[in-house]
């Protein structure tokens, strides 16, 4: 019924202009940039029209969407997908990643499994979105936890973190998953249970607008004792030494201290 609404000439396919009217009513913007990411991966068949079984493809997953942007989304995905398959594949994913990160191959398998819920080996769209999505839902970082849970044991694995960190757009270099494991892996079992992984997902939601890494070593090198804090000023000198190049008074370093101790403990 959808698909007869919008072949406004009764041809059996929908065209590029028929798209933009669909798009329209659907209160999507429907972009020269959109209807070409459309076209690259829903038009199997490549004649530059939507067939019924492509434009039901298109339907189901943008109902999935959201809140997230289809011309983005889209645009990432055919950028991997170089087969133009419609599916994203392991070597692709692999050619993809090496060409950004510092990976390995257990890396790259664990990524597929984090997105392959249906496991069929492959990445799909809607896959590929929902742990796009999960992402963007750092406030429930459960949502998070369970989609790079990939096995389901109930823990977050090292190689399950790198995945992570390069779906975070960050490139996981052994030494700085090792700083994240010093600082998180409470119980040292080098994995993160859930309460460290989300102690940890709400510390990355304020470190945006720096390098995660080189925070973290600061902050592990200053805490000496270990503690998951800084609580002693021989802790709180070597942070501020690392952080200014000087030892500060210890006036200017209480004002720090209770600037920076927004809880009070």
Known sequence: ????????????????????????????????ALIQEI??????????????????????????????????????????DTDQSGYIDEEELRQAMAAK???????IKAMVKVADKDGDGKISVSEFLAMIMSLNDTDDPKTVFDQFDADNDGK?????????????NVNP????????????????????????FEKMIQDFKHMEETDPEELLKMFNDAD????????NDEEFQKIAAAMTGE???????????????????
Do not use: C, W
């Open 224 to 231: 000496t004792d270990k503690s998951g804090f800084l609580d």
């Open 39 to 80: 076209m690259n991966h829903y038009d199997e068949d490549g004649n530059g029209k939507l067939d019924l079984d492509e434009f039901d493809a298109l339907v189901s997953d943008l109902k999935k969407f959201g809140e997230a942007d289809a011309e983005e989304v889209l645009g990432m995905f055919n950028a991997i």
């Open 101 to 107: 990160f510092d990976t390995d191959e257990q890396t």
């Open 156 to 168: 977050v694995s090292v190689t399950e973190l790198k995945a992570l960190m390069m779906a975070l």
């Open 173 to 196: 270099r052994d030494s700085f998953i090792k700083e994240l494991m010093k600082q998180y892996d409470r119980d040292g079992n080098n994995q993160l249970e859930f309460k460290e």
């Open 247 to 265: 030892k500060l008074s210890g006036e200017v370093l209480d004002a720090i201290i209770a600037e920076a101790d927004v809880d009070g403990n």
């Open 1 to 32: 019924k959808i698909f007869k609404e919008y072949d406004a000439d009764g041809d059996g396919h929908i065209s590029a202009k028929e798209l933009k009217t669909a798009l329209t009513e659907m209160e999507i913007i429907p972009t020269d």
